[in-house]
């Protein structure tokens, strides 16, 4: 393999395993950080102090910080994230029954994103290339508004004409595929917006670089200019924000699935934070944000792979 | 000093002309206006409950109808502005001053130190607005201060990339290296030379920011991590705005709007700032959008492709 | 006597920017042989840039090209439709630019981009034509060329790349090369090579060049004829001998006189040309050189010269030294 590739792949590796150790130690801290006492929290205002203590117990809050800190490492290497403070079952019991809403929507968005976003700003770039003013304040008027409408609003307006009034689409939980449609949809619309003019700019740029003049001066055909010299250059700037537009995403996905009562992470989450039921929060948000940090990951490899000078000289 | 009064006159008169820009003045002062006189003026309306009169549609005593508890929606809602807006400026000034400090830090820090906190402030940064606020709000705990601090440090990273990037910039041009070499001090140099120059930068990234944490703060209070009863915001009226939409639409409509417009307003009008400032520069949004695009570490590494105009 | 390879009369290049209209080029005509090595010498301003876009069909976003015949290789380049010339333009010209560095896509490999034109417009296989960019490397004197084709661009130096173009025009034998400045963001040395290549080109496979440059000397070693511009018009075309013995127009001999050589008085001052070339936003009556012509009369002022043939089988634009040969051009 070339060794540049070698090098990069190490280096983002590393950098990979920093981030979850970072990730593993903020929510491990989480507990612990809380104001306020977390058994007392757990076992309710009114409860006694042996109920207290017993909480305390339960929490091994008694025991010295690092043994803590052991307990719960060889917890999350067995994949036990312990037990939730509402209903006892194993958390990852819990994340694993609510996973898959949560991945539909976040799948259905990022090729919402991918595939629509994407083109429109090529397209974009390529129809306003003759300086036509309207086009443009149009198309960034458009994309404009729709980066920033709040995702609820999406939401409730879509679930409101879609699943209400003409009932094309379901309008609550995730029992089937076209469930994940209006949730997907309204989620995808902020980073689809964003994503799709930052292409745009960047294919403009592109086409203004010298290199296009020179692709130009071989006479290939619309397709074959846009498609291999074009496309892949301002491709690199929509990549940089893949990793941001999923972390949109997943953070979209928390607040749709309430509108749309979708029993996925994001549902359980909120559920938790109101309870205090912290070992589902602390699970969750491990696994939410490991998600969003290897996406992250394999899209600066992604990143690398379009664009290999990026591969020279990495921090 | 009389060349900084004719260079605000130019940008105030190309921000006239902007399409958005008198517009979204207009929008937003009108915002503050509400939020000021808004609770005295439908406060009373807004809380009287009328359980006799719940849940109506739209009507002449009620133009947007009335909620699950008979209150009125569109008085309620206007009285939220002042809620609605106040938590989010704390929040985002809060944001700016920590993090564009960090930034500063940062880059006038060691080589060692400033490849850890760059690091740091990428990991952040990738971890997006939303569930850093709901990891913070964890933490301290739901409510407003819980909200607002979480939304704070929600987009201090993105600030702190804002300013890193700035500062680099600035540090390497000719006088502040002048000026270091003279024998100025660090707390100077910022002051005297750096400060200045990325000031206005800083004001109008933060007016993309509001936009963005308006949103998010609304958010928070929608899930119910926010604001809380009895107090409300435009966000905790959606939450049973939404159950209720089929009923009732303009429940959750009328705040969700609100909340549509307001980011709208601040988002359009940093933009048009920025188009005013330097129309050659700022072609889109300016950096915050960035900050959450490119990565401060490989900053020098990656080279923008393409980018070898002479 | 055959038609000649290039026919251009009075050709005008109008770009629209943020500053308004502007014609840089404001009718040129020229020809151009079959095997013709022809330089176009001018400082920048002059419109030499353009003319040779103009002519490859490359005009930047706002440019449009005006003129009254635009011939090649028997055909209209203006009145054709673009699918019938893409084939004719894609293999029978080939284009150098002033950037090596800009020149080629950072994305692409540096084979892939070299066979693109000839696999498109002449059907060859990938193999076919991948052998045939590696000979060309190696024609240029770029070294491990197989190794080479599977590299990036950015692994090239600044010499490398701009022989990389010539070898990817080489590849599919075009009737003319244009060559915009293609020497001047290089090393001398390597200046030397590229020349050596283009006049190569030419000996070997008949190739036309139009070579445009600031570098007057280096157009009077390689080319047969020269043309001067100036102000976006052509003010002399003379053939090299004429140009290094006895150039008629007071900008060429100004230009010809202010290169310094080894016999060159080091204790005087330069010779330079006195005040500034003109704007393409200039509008100016009569001839453009005025203002700083040493041998200026009244007439320069109000009537502009027009191009005409001279006694010698030169053209020239100048109403003081003219031999009055008579009819347009």
Redo the contacts between chains.
Sequence with gaps: MNPKWRHFLLRRLTRLVVVLAGLVIATFALIHVVPGDPARAIAGAQADQNAVERAREELGLNDPAYVQFGDYLSGLVRLDFGDSFETDEPVTKVISRSIGPTAELAAFGMAIILFVGIPLGLLGGALS???NRKFELGFSGLTGIMAALPDYLTATVLALVFAVSLQWLPVAGAATLSAAILPAIAIAVRPMAMVSRLVRIRTLDVL????I?????????PR?LYG??VA??AL?AALSVAGIAFAALVGGAVIVEQVFARPGLGTELVQGLLVKNYPVVQGIILTLGAAIVIVNAIVDATLAL????TL?GEL | MSERRARAGLVMRSFLHTPTGPVSLVLILALILLAIIGPSIFGEAATNVDLGQASEGPSAAHPLGTDALGQDILARTLAATRLSLILPVAAIGLAALAGSLIGALISMAGPRLRRIGAGFVDAALGFGGVLLAVFIIAVVGIGTVGAVIAVAAAFAPAFARFTYSLVSSVNSREYVVAARLVGVSQTGILRRHIFPNIADSLAIASFTALADGLITLAALSFLGLGVQAPGYDWGTMLTPGVKSFYVTPWAALAPAAMVALAGAAFALFGDAIARAVNPLLWVERPSVLAAFGTRLSSDKARPE??D??? | MSAPLLEIENLRVTLTGSAGRVRPVRGVSLSVESGEIVGVAGESGSGKTLTALAI?G?LP??GVAEAESLCFDGHDLLREPEGE???V??TG???V?Q?P????????RIGSQMI??VR??KGLSRSEALKLAESGLEAMGIDEPKRRLRQ?P?EFSGGMRQRT?LAMGLMSEPKLLIADEPTT?LDVTVQEQVIDLISAMNQRLGTAVILVSHNITLLSEVCDRVLIMYGGRIVEDLTVERLIESPAHPYTQALVNAVPDLQTDRDQPLSAIEGSPPQPTDQIEGCAFADRCPIVEDRCRSDRPLLEWQAGGQRLACWVNSSRAGSVS
Excluded: C, W
């Excluded at chain 1, 203004?208 to 290199?211: I, K, L, N, S």
């Excluded at chain 1, 379009?306 to 000078?309: A, G, I, L, W």
């Design positions: 290339q003759e300086g203004e670089q010298d290199y003049r020179s692709a130009r001066s071989k006479r290939l055909s074959a291999r010299h892949p250059n690199a379009v664009d290999p000078r020279e | 492709m393409g070898h105009k002479t | 490859a490359l976003r706002g010339l893409r084939t333009l894609g010209m080939a284009i630019f950037d560095m800009s020149s080629l896509n950072p994305a692409r693109e034109a498109t417009h990036y950015h173009m963001a």
